[in-house]
T-cell receptor, first 111, second 116 residues
């Protein structure tokens, strides 16, 4: 059974710091891995999608990597801002669009 | 495009009542799915569909029914609500990309359900 784990569960950093969020999964048979952002009381917004054949994706200050063989992904956020404060979720996708989520990392960026 | 639309946004039910959570997408996506989000449990898959007329169970299907008569709509039915079904429910959709590469998932804003 696929299991997804995110470390750390919570993170508080001062504005301007670069930071790394970690995601690990137990079964490498995935279609892709997605990183989402969730603001309190809101839905999920897709940040980055890495196909199983890819190693990384970049969008602005965000960079996500994927190492399928070791079952790991990292989300790198450069020059963090208070507006980055949110919960970040990673999910691996199997057949049929099914997503298995980690528990999330709650990020707080202090001004 | 409106994306994925869920209704209602909030609902309070009494134990034993039934209701339907609505989900509609206007992106012509083949895949649709329902998740529930609970504190400490993350998001868990309830049911999913790979196209009109095709549905299957996810990780936590008990107490829920689904059907998909059109590509656009994927309602979730609670037949007899229980306090354990108090949760935030999210609907998502995505489509099959080229060469078997699926696309990013789009989520609705959620339905916050309380069963008393």
């Amino acid at each position: 059974k696929q299991e997804v784990t995110q470390i750390p569960a919570a993170l508080s950093v001062p504005e301007g710091e670069n930071l790394v969020l970690n995601c690990s999964f137990t079964d490498s048979a995935i279609y892709n891995l997605q990183w989402f952002r969730q603001d309190p009381g809101k839905g999920l917004t897709s940040l980055l999608l890495i196909q199983s054949s890819q190693r990384e994706q970049t969008s602005g200050r965000l960079n996500a990597s994927l190492d399928k063989s070791s079952g790991r992904s990292t989300l790198y956020i450069a020059a963090s801002q208070p507006g980055d404060s949110a919960t970040y979720l990673c999910a691996v996708e199997g057949w049929g669009g099914k997503l298995i989520f980690g528990q999330g990392t709650e990020l707080s960026v202090k001004p | 495009n409106a994306g994925v639309t869920q209704t209602p946004k909030f609902q309070v039910l009494k134990t034993g009542q039934s209701m339907t959570l609505q989900c509609a997408q206007d992106m012509n996506h083949e895949y649709m799915s329902w998740y529930r989000q609970d504190p400490g449990m993350g998001l868990r898959l309830i049911h999913y569909s790979v196209g009109a007329g095709i549905t299957d169970q996810g990780e936590v299907p008990n107490g829920y029914n689904v059907s998909r008569s059109t590509t656009e709509d994927f309602p979730l039915r609670l037949l007899s609500a229980a306090p354990s079904q108090t949760s935030v429910y999210f609907c998502a959709s995505s489509y099959i990309g080229g060469a078997g590469m699926n696309t990013e998932a789009f989520f609705g804003q959620g339905t916050r359900l309380t069963v008393v």
